[in-house]
Each structure stands twice: as structure tokens, then as C-alpha cells.
T-cell receptor, first 114, second 116 residues
Framework: NAGVMQNPRHLVRRRGQEARLRCSPV?????VYWYRQLPEEGLKFMVY????????ESGMPKERFSAEFPKEGPSILRIQQVVRGDSAAYFC????????????FGQGTRLTVV | AQKITQTQPGMFVQEKEAVTLDCTYD???????LFWYKQPSSGEMIFLIY??????QNATEGRYSLNFQKARKSANLVISASQLGDSAMYFC?????????????FGSGTQLTVLP
């Protein structure tokens, strides 16, 4: 899983604030996936992006959550007006293409809403 | 119906012994992929092994092997010669579809503890 960089590793936000999570994929990988892991649970898919395009956002909550993967720079997962229930670990994964035969994850961002 | 089922919430194994972690899956798609990940207490997700539905042979990566039984829809992970550092949460995941594959669906995980 070397190469996928997520920051910050830990993020604390008060209710109502915005959280911005960053993910730089493995060099050369053009596919990025965001997952959320609630305590004691497996990972749940949120969104799949390619450069400048959202391909599948079927796992994203309809409100307050958005994601982008610009032509230059990292992928960003943005959560507006955070609530306690948003507290979770958010993982980013990248893959070189389709079909996916390997998907490397970053170390995750642990978001705590207080 | 659950797409990925891991029936063992927790497993214990003696150091240097082999252990099998169970995973069954449910899909009607003929093209799919199966993955195993390790999540130690530090939290990162470490890719271990991949098996494609059309692969003729079971995948192996060092001490990890995947016991792929297509007719039974099972993809068990076998860890040989367990080490204390193998203590972690292990997740099975599946990608459905071929060229248009999008996401991985994860099981609920198995917590493995290696005893000295």
C-alpha cells in the first residue's frame, strides 16, 4: 500500500464546522476511491473518481458530502456542517485502471466530531 | 443478502501454526475479484492477496494463500507459520464486474490473535 498519502491522519472538528480530507494516489494511478469505516465495522464505499470526473457516488450521503479529484493536486473529500455521526475513519484507495486487481489504501484520516 | 460474509468475528492461533480465515461471497456476475486486507491496530489497510474469478490457480503471496472454491463461493485466506505480527483484523472484499468494475464490497472482518 505504499504510495497513497492521506492527510491529516487525525482531524478534530466541532459540530457545524467543515472537514476537508486529502488523498494523493499512488503515482500513475488515475482511479481514486473513498471509503468510510465506522467503529467495529468494515469499510463502506462512498465515491469513485477519475481525474476531474465523479464516476460513481452511490455511497455518498446526499447532503453535506462532496468529493473532487482535480486535474492537478490531491483528491478532496469535503464534509460540511459535520455532526457527531460523521466521526469515523475515512480511507482513500487508488488503482491503476480497470478492472481493479489491486487497490492500495492510504493510512486513513480519523475524523472526530466533538 | 450479504455479498461478503465472514462468519468468524474472532480467531486465535498459536504462533508458527497455520490458520484459515473464512470468507463466502454472493454474486451472479461471472467476472469478479476477491481481495484480502489486513488492518493492524495502527489502522492502516494493507493489501494482501487478490484472486480473479477466471484464475485457474489459487493465488499465493509469501505466507498467504487464497483457497478459492468457486462452486462453493468461498475464498478463504490461509496464513502459514503464523507470527505475532499477524495479529490484526482481516477483511475479505469483492469487486463485481469486469471492465466496468467500480467499488470493493467488504465483509465485517475477522480479528486474528496470534498467541506466543
Amino acid at each position: 500500500n505504499a504510495g497513497v498519502m492521506q492527510n491529516p491522519r487525525h482531524l478534530v472538528r466541532r459540530r457545524g464546522q467543515e472537514a476537508r480530507l486529502r488523498c494523493s494516489p499512488v503515482k500513475g494511478h488515475s482511479h481514486v476511491y473513498w471509503y468510510r469505516q465506522l467503529p467495529e465495522e468494515g469499510l463502506k464505499f462512498m465515491v469513485y473518481l477519475q481525474k476531474e470526473n465523479i464516476i460513481d457516488e452511490s455511497g455518498m450521503p446526499k447532503e453535506r458530502f462532496s468529493a473532487e479529484f482535480p486535474k492537478e493536486g490531491p483528491s478532496i473529500l469535503r464534509i460540511q456542517q459535520v455532526v457527531r455521526g460523521d466521526s469515523a475513519a475515512y480511507f482513500c484507495a487508488s488503482s491503476p485502471g480497470q478492472p481493479v486487481t489491486e487497490a492500495f489504501f492510504g493510512q486513513g484520516t480519523r475524523l472526530t466530531v466533538v | 443478502a450479504q455479498k461478503i460474509t465472514q462468519t468468524q468475528p474472532g480467531m486465535f492461533v498459536q504462533e508458527k501454526e497455520a490458520v484459515t480465515l473464512d470468507c463466502t461471497y454472493d454474486t451472479s456476475d461471472p467476472s469478479y475479484g476477491l481481495f484480502w486486507y489486513k488492518q493492524p491496530s495502527s489502522g492502516e489497510m494493507i493489501f494482501l492477496i487478490y484472486q480473479g474469478s477466471y484464475d485457474q490457480q489459487n493465488a499465493t503471496e509469501g505466507r498467504y494463500s487464497l483457497n478459492f472454491q468457486k462452486a462453493r463461493k468461498s475464498a478463504n485466506l490461509v496464513i502459514s507459520a503464523s507470527q505475532l505480527g499477524d495479529s490484526a483484523m482481516y477483511f475479505c472484499a469483492m469487486r463485481e464486474g469486469g471492465g466496468s468494475a467500480r467499488q470493493l464490497t467488504f465483509g465485517s472482518g475477522t480479528q486474528l490473535t496470534v498467541l506466543p
